[in-house]
């Protein structure tokens, strides 16, 4: 899955883009109760990332 990122809120059901125009894969992670940081893919062949 890839696309703009969003956060749903359980509580009302309602969900929300946050404002990152690009695209982003399905592994996001919270760094604290406000930022959001996609996840970095480490490859085990190379050892290089890839966003």
Not at 14 to 39: I, N
Request: net charge negative.
């Amino acid at each position: 899955m890839t696309g703009r990122a969003a956060v749903s809120d359980l509580a009302t059901m309602t969900e929300t883009a946050t404002a990152e125009q690009r695209t982003v894969g399905d592994q996001a992670l919270w760094l604290d109760d406000r930022t959001l940081a996609p996840a970095v893919v480490r490859c085990p062949v190379h050892g290089r990332t890839e966003p």
